[in-house]
């Protein structure tokens, strides 16, 4: 599987004396080639395919009418667990979108999300799938006045190396683009990430940093914040600023253990979606400290979410570090009526 590219001319000679030998490197090469419409980078692809495996079909359907396009390419091989590769969905349709969101922050609205690099506008779900969000300039405004947008969720089998540093998101990069062609969304082409970045495992701790070294963060207001330095805190970044969602998440050090453990976690929500999400959240009393703004047009709302009885941290503290972090989304992004609910 590891040689699509260098053996596809030996395979196209070899089939016509033995067929049965290169057939199935035949096959795999006509199925990278043809899968999502020929949009899969051929070298992050080959990258991605886990050992000991071959490529079994590929599937795409467009629905111009519901501005959707979804395709999908699988594995087939003794070893594999999970036989999809890799699968698409893309939607321009507002309701769709709005779907989507909900269905990642499902009642308490924390789930767990990583940033993209570099400034992609997008992140990474609590499942793992890369999300991206893009303005469509060519399918203008909708009936309330809102840029028309497009969602491109993009996910990785479980057997796929997604460990390997870049090819993911050259990966996801590549399919938003097209989608975008495809659907006429008109968005300005994505580049993928300069550093070869690798995907983050779900399953896995977030990465963390002290206090001291957050200054230069996209969370770099925790560092004025107050927080004792006694206590051990570290700080997960899982925000870029261009994305329809962020968080910063705090940890301090377990006085018993040494353990860090998840303290606070300050959460970003953009576009009017995001009201239906506080919605819900209030009918299960999960949000009690909130902040509203204006975000290009759409609401955006922030929340903590905090542990009890953390020590040197009372709910005035709590009320000045919410206030901290909607001042510093609302001033990197340009919004505007940034009000709060405490």
């Not at 893309?90 to 999300?113: I, V």
């Not at 353990?259 to 970003?268: C, D, H, K, L």
Request: aromatic share 8%.
């Amino acid at each position: 599987m590891r040689r699509w590219i260098k053996v596809s001319v030996a395979a196209a000679v070899v089939l016509g004396v033995g067929g049965y030998v290169a057939a199935p490197y035949a096959q795999d090469w006509r199925l990278a080639r043809n899968a999502c419409g020929g949009a899969l980078p051929q070298d992050s692809l080959e990258r991605l395919t886990p050992a000991d495996s071959r490529l079994k079909s590929e599937e795409a359907r467009q629905i111009d009418g519901l501005g959707s396009y979804w395709c999908r390419l699988t594995l087939e091989g003794d070893e594999v667990r999970d036989k999809r590769f890799v699968e698409m969905e893309a939607y321009t349709r507002r309701e769709d979108q709005d779907r989507e969101f909900m269905a990642l922050f499902p009642k308490s609205g924390f789930s767990a999300q990583a940033p993209l690099p570099e400034g992609l506008p997008g992140f990474v779900g609590q499942y793992g799938a890369v999300q991206l969000l893009l303005d469509c300039p060519d399918l203008g405004k909708d009936d309330e006045g809102r840029q028309r947008k497009l969602l491109v969720n993009t996910w990785l089998g479980r057997d796929v190396n997604t460990g390997v540093p870049g090819a993911a998101y050259r990966t996801a990069v590549a399919l938003a683009n097209s989608a975008s062609d495809r659907l006429g969304c008109g968005a300005k082409p994505l580049e993928p990430p300069k550093r070869d970045v690798a995907l983050p495992d779900p399953e896995e701790d977030p990465k963390t940093v002290p206090l001291s070294d957050a200054k230069d963060t996209a969370c770099g207001w925790v560092t004025g914040a107050g927080l004792s330095e006694n206590a051990g805190w570290r700080v997960a970044v899982a925000t870029n600023h261009s994305a329809p969602t962020g968080r910063c998440d705090l940890y301090s050090r377990d006085e018993q253990s040494g353990e860090q453990r998840s303290q606070m976690a300050f959460v970003s929500w953009y576009g009017d979606w995001s009201n239906r999400l506080t919605a819900e959240n209030d009918r299960y009393e999960r949000l009690s400290l909130t902040a509203t703004a204006r975000c290009d047009g759409e609401a955006a709302n922030y929340a903590l979410d905090a542990s009890d009885d953390i020590p040197g941290v009372d709910n005035a503290a709590r009320q000045r570090m919410l206030k901290r972090f909607a001042e510093d989304e609302v001033g990197r992004r340009g919004c505007s009526d940034l009000r709060f609910s405490f």
